[in-house]
């Protein structure tokens, strides 16, 4: 008897506590609008599952953040793969989808730093050629800029270096640079046998110090300057615990958090500066917003699904546990392969 009065009074003080997390975070979008919308997710967040508000701040966080989306992101598109295996680009604003290119066979896209390009890999099916393209925002002037007579998989996962200038990407075991100006190629890194076949498949990212990262076998690779430097994450789990191979990494836009995700579901979330390691249950291709708020998570289940990202300070990469990123995730649409571009520099 004496637990049951406990319980109860522990139920009462939880659902006393999440009524106000809820009735401030309902009180700040009233009052503040667009401008309150990230103040109140955040509240939201801190709201227990099992709290008797959990319901009602689950439906107004998946109505916030589409909220938030369409009203402080309209000047940034997001380009993604359909079902149809047609290259799109999504108006966060109106919702409204462009078909850019027909069908294909497409890698995963990425956007120019100015936001006013983009460039992905692609075996396009009026043309036999696997190669390397370009187009402009609004879908006009595709070109290619480097091909592979062989359509096996051999340039993969470029990405734009900081200054917009050159293209980075994997080809036949090597890290090279495309100069867009003059059309010349300079090799990054030549790897060595040991690591060949990693760089033949991995996925590709770029940190802001120009500094370029795969990913293989629960390590992650470093290059810059023709040198080469890996370091394994820094906490006890193994890969084998998450069913998959690496599918996807990226790089946050304002820090150096680093987000990469499995084949079979799952994406991990590592922050170097703060020693925080957070992971989710759905994973796929990754993009951040502009203001690293959010991802949007290309999922196994074809769905363009947006969280924000909050880790949980409480967890480090010492502890027993990883930190579970708070999520509940609401849908673009059906796609995968999603880039979010930066706001465009005019």
Known sequence: MRNKCLLFLLLLFTGCFTQDNYQKAVKIIKNKKSAGYKEALTLLYDIPIRSRNYY???????????????????????????????????????????????????????????????????????????????????????????????????????VWSKDGKSIIMNYQGKIIRYQLQNNKIQTIYQSTHEYKEV?????????PDENYLSIYDWKIFQINENKLSLYTLPYKYKPNLYNGFYQDITVSNQSNKIAFSLSRGGVIIYDPESQLVGKSSN?????????????????????????????DSSYSVNSD??????????????????????????
Request: net charge positive.
């Open 56 to 158: 009602k701040a689950s439906k107004l966080i998946k109505k916030t953040v589409i909220d938030d989306v369409k009203t402080n992101y309209k000047d940034t598109l997001i380009a993604f793969i359909s079902k149809r295996k047609e290259f799109c680009v999504l108006e966060p604003a109106t919702g409204n989808v462009r078909k850019y290119i027909s069908k294909g066979y497409f890698g995963q896209p990425r956007w120019s730093p100015d936001g006013a390009k983009i460039v992905f890999s692609a075996l396009l099916e009026d043309d036999r050629t696997y190669g390397v393209y370009l187009i402009n925002r609004d879908g006009t002037g595709l070109i290619p800029i480097i091909h592979e007579q062989n359509p096996g998989r051999t340039i993969m996962h470029p």
């Open 199 to 207: 760089f033949n498949a991995v996925p590709f990212g770029i940190k």
């Open 283 to 311: 994973g796929g291709e990754i993009t951040w917003s502009p203001d690293d708020f959010y991802i949007i998570l290309g999922s196994v289940s074809e769905n363009l699904i947006i969280t924000p990202v909050f880790m």
């Open 321 to 346: 546990e990883i930190n579970h990123i708070k999520s509940i995730h609401v849908s673009l649409g059906k796609g995968r392969k999603p880039a979010w571009s930066p706001v465009l520099t005019r």
